[in-house]
């Protein structure tokens, strides 16, 4: 990661060329798509805005060039790049402004609120457009072989176009969210070593958030309206990096907490619901502030 992070700085053609690169082969492996949303965030946050709106226009411009030379299919997926990369320019110029993780934090979940504002506002019935674009994938949900009856294949589409506007807002926060901070780890490895590991093991999202969070949650289940809930699941999904961060700092001096951070990573991998455990932990951690606990830390 050293090494990448030095060639991002050592030219503008070489930080293209990765932006790029590193976008299309997230075609074949998803998560990829942080290491660009990184590349912009590291040169916003090292030499500006205008650094990072260059990069970013001129990746456009080779997506662009590259999408001329692929499928129809292929094409349209490459508006994913532009729908990432100009919001986490925005929002690493809010980190560059602010100096502050939990105001980019909560400024990326402001975002992810609109997305699912703008999903309402510009399609009547949002369950009804995500039933059409999920009915692509019964075939391969049939293929898998896990459902005898095609009943249960329904059924489970159906609950997917529910409440897919959230999930896909969420999936939008969590990448922009490790883009941004996978930049801000590349600068202080760089230049500030340490500083990130301090400044993401204090990351706290504040009480008033907390309790706009409870309050949102006790909303949802109470009127059940498709809109909240989907704010809903943004906000709620947020708070799973306040309890990433918390994990880090009780580990940070703890002679098993690598193994003990691995195992958590690992769990989440493998069993993605766990993440919903840990945001209910981060959203606690907002009132009980778990690390001023912990023996031998001074409580301010």
């Given at each position: 990661m050293h090494s990448l992070a030095a060639l991002?700085?050592?030219?503008?053609?070489?930080?293209?060329?990765?932006?790029v690169v590193t976008a299309i082969v997230s075609f074949l492996f998803p998560p990829i798509i942080v290491l660009s949303l990184a590349v912009i965030t590291l040169l916003t946050l090292r030499r500006g805005s205008m650094e990072g709106v260059t990069i970013t226009t001129a990746a456009m411009v080779a997506v662009i060039l590259l999408g001329f030379a692929m499928p129809?299919?292929?094409?349209?997926?490459?508006?994913?790049?532009?729908?990432?990369?100009?919001?986490?320019?925005?929002?690493?110029?809010?980190?560059?402004?602010?100096?502050?993780?939990?105001?980019?934090?909560?400024s990326t979940t402001v975002f992810g609120v609109?997305?699912?504002?703008?999903?309402?506002?510009?399609?009547?019935?949002?369950?009804?457009v995500w039933l059409d674009v999920l009915e692509h994938t019964r075939p391969m949900l049939v293929q898998t072989g896990?459902?005898?009856?095609?009943?249960?294949?329904?059924?489970?589409?159906?609950?997917?176009?529910?409440?897919?506007?959230?999930?896909?807002?969420?999936?939008?926060?969590?990448?922009?969210?490790?883009g941004l901070l996978m930049g801000r780890w590349w600068q202080a490895m760089l230049f500030n070593p340490g500083g990130f590991r301090r400044e993401f093991h204090a990351l706290r999202l504040g009480p008033a958030t907390g309790?706009?969070?409870?309050?949102?949650?006790?909303?949802?289940?109470?009127?059940?309206?498709p809109l909240l809930i989907d704010i809903t699941t943004v906000v709620w999904v947020v708070f799973a990096f306040q309890?990433?961060?918390?994990?880090?700092?009780?580990?940070?001096?703890?002679?098993?907490?690598?193994?003990?951070?691995?195992?958590i990573y690992i769990s989440i991998l493998l069993l993605p619901t766990i993440s919903v455990v840990l945001s209910g932990i981060g959203l606690l951690d907002t009132w009980f502030d778990f690390r001023a606990r912990r023996p031998g830390t001074q409580r301010k």
């Open positions: 991002v700085m050592k030219s503008r053609s070489l930080a293209i060329a990765i932006t129809g299919n292929m094409q349209t997926s490459l508006v994913i790049f532009p729908v990432l990369w100009l919001p986490v320019l925005l929002l690493a110029t809010i980190y560059r402004q602010t100096v502050s993780l939990q105001w980019t934090a909560i609109v997305v699912v504002i703008g999903f309402y506002l510009a399609w009547d019935d949002p369950q009804a896990a459902f005898k009856d095609p009943a249960q294949v329904d059924e489970l589409i159906k609950g997917m176009a529910r409440i897919f506007s959230g999930v896909a807002a969420s999936v939008m926060v969590i990448l922009l969210l490790c309790w706009l969070m409870l309050a949102m949650l006790g909303l949802s289940l109470m009127i059940r309206h309890g990433l961060a918390m994990f880090h700092g009780l580990l940070a001096n703890v002679n098993s907490g690598l193994v003990w951070l691995s195992l």
